[in-house]
């Protein structure tokens, strides 16, 4: 069973702070990460995917990735309340039939004004 | 483009009623998916269709079936529904990479 862990939360940052949320991931195989954000009653979003190790920036979005440790992360810097949400860690594993994602239960974030 | 659609939005069916949840995408893509999303827990992936003509189970495939109607359309069926089907459910779409779109849902109850 290949899994994907992270702290349910909820994870409570001020607002400007920085806000770090991780995930780790049982399959060694794996090549792609990604980050999907999800506001109450909606879908899942695409923030930012990394296949390398080290970080990789977007705005105020970095992804980091350890593959060594099996360890990724998304850091927000200067946390706004429309950051809040749940963030979903998903992870690509292969099959017989092809490419799937296995995604973790997510992290819900609360950015206090 | 729409992206990825889904209908109907909302669905209240009594237990042992059949539905069929509807999914297109406009984006040419190759891979569709189908998951189910239960409160505080992530996605779980009920069945997916590599490309046109196949399709695979996932983690959680038992109640339901799949028809990959063509490259655009990916419907799923409940053919007995159960109160343990009541759920929220996602349609998917990847292209030759691996990140997937999300359609805006479908949230079922099953009395």
């Known amino acids: 069973q290949k899994e994907v862990e992270q702290n349910s939360g909820p994870l409570s940052v001020p607002e400007g702070a920085i806000a770090s949320l991780n995930c780790t991931y049982s399959d060694r195989g794996s090549q792609s990460f990604f980050w999907y954000r999800q506001y109450s009653g909606k879908s899942p979003e695409l923030i930012m995917f990394?296949?390398?190790?080290g970080d990789k920036e977007d705005g105020r979005f970095t992804a980091q990735l350890n593959k060594a440790s099996q360890y990724v992360s998304l850091l927000i810097r200067d946390s706004q309340p429309s950051d809040s949400a749940t963030y979903l860690c998903?992870?690509?594993?292969?099959?017989?039939?092809?490419?799937?994602?296995?995604f973790g239960g997510g992290t819900r974030l609360m950015v206090k004004p | 483009n729409a992206g990825v659609t889904q209908t109907p939005k909302f669905q209240v069916l009594k237990t042992g009623q059949s539905m069929t949840l509807q999914c297109a995408q406009d984006?040419?893509?190759?891979?569709m998916y189908w998951y189910r999303q239960d409160p505080g827990m992530g996605l779980r992936l009920i069945y997916y269709s590599a490309s046109e003509g196949t399709t695979d189970k996932g983690e959680v495939p038992n109640g339901y079936n799949v028809s990959r109607l063509n490259k655009r359309e990916f419907s799923l069926r409940l053919e007995s529904a159960a109160p343990s089907q009541t759920s929220v459910y996602f349609c998917?779409?990847?292209?030759?990479?691996?990140?997937?779109?999300f359609g805006p849902g479908t949230r079922l109850t099953v009395l």
């Open positions: 998903a992870v690509n594993t292969w099959d017989n039939a092809g490419n799937m994602l296995t």
């Open positions: 984006m040419n893509h190759n891979s």
């Open positions: 990394i296949y390398s190790n």
């Open positions: 998917a779409s990847s292209d030759a990479g691996d990140t997937q779109y």
